[in-house]
């Protein structure tokens, strides 16, 4: 192993979609892709073009009709959701309302919420990482949007999967909170070098984080390389098409913004 390296978990496992097929009735999705270990992606692409989609087949809430689902070199394509090394955030309702911070953390180790002293200590330090400590007893209706996310995120921690999934979860929060959030990904990302594939619609955020790109159209991966090169303009001409879109609907945002 080269210098410099030892101290750092190179956990993540590889994710592959081998010519898988998918379709919900309409026009088919077809993703032929390799992610890299141990790499921060970010998937990209229009409204509609398969991104969610993409990731419940990596999750296993949607099966292939053909294709195979890899995960560390391991056909999982036949796995149930729990049985794939696999964690996934969405944009919003992780959290049961039900049951407090701690619990809602704590189901990360176990679903019928026994305990051991080790996950006691895990979901202390998972709280603690993510900036929760001292809300354990509290609800989710008694925690602020960018809090609850914490609360999905600290139960990801606890679990120590080595694939992380997220499906936009920090879109509906703020420019400068979704900052802090993604800062928080990338610090988590460097302590224990899981694969993480995520979903943004902003450039921005795959600019801020984003190691890869994976750029999806019309239900195929359009794209794929580095994200300093497709953000340096030596990106493929369908994804700077797409960002110089999204840039002007900011601007257009701001102005309507402004106006009201
Ligand atoms: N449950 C569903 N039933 C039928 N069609 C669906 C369903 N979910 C998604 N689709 C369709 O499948 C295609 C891909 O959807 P998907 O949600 O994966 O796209 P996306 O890129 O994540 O979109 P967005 O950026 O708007 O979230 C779209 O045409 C969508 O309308």
Redesign the pocket.
């Known amino acids: 192993m080269p210098d410099g390296t030892a101290s750092r978990p190179e956990k993540g496992a590889s994710v592959r979609l081998d010519k898988v097929s998918f379709s919900?009735?309409e026009?088919p999705?077809v993703f032929d892709v390799d992610f890299a270990a141990a790499k921060i992606t970010a998937i990209m692409?229009p409204?509609?073009?398969?991104?969610?989609?993409?990731l419940n087949l990596i999750a296993g809430f949607e099966m292939p009709l053909s294709g195979r689902v890899l995960i560390g070199g391991a056909d999982v394509s036949a796995e149930p959701p729990s049985a794939r090394p696999v964690s996934m955030v969405f944009q919003e309702n992780n959290l049961f309302a039900h049951l407090s911070v701690e619990q809602n953390v704590g189901l990360g180790r176990s679903p019928s919420l026994r305990l051991t002293e080790a996950d006691q200590t895990a979901i202390a330090g998972a709280l603690e990482r993510t900036g929760l400590a001292g809300k354990e007893r509290r609800l989710p209706r008694e925690l602020s949007g960018g809090e609850r996310q914490r609360v999905a995120l600290a139960r990801v921690l606890v679990r120590d999967r080595p694939v992380l999934l997220l499906d936009e979860p920090f879109a509906s929060l703020g420019p400068a909170l979704r900052d802090d959030m993604l800062d928080l990904i990338a610090a988590v990302h460097a302590e224990r070098g899981m694969t993480v594939l995520f979903?943004t619609?902003q450039p921005e955020d795959a600019r801020r984080i984003g190691q890869h790109v994976v750029f999806?159209d019309n239900?195929v991966v359009a794209a794929t390389g580095r994200a300093e090169d497709f953000f340096a303009g030596a990106g493929p001409e369908v994804f700077r098409r797409y960002v110089g879109a999204s840039a002007r609907d900011a601007v257009s945002r701001d102005i309507a913004r402004k106006r009201t």
């Not at 409204?47 to 993409?54: H, N, Q, V, W, Y």
């Open positions: 919900y009735g026009t999705l692409g409204s509609g073009s398969g991104k969610s989609t993409l979903v619609h999806l239900g």
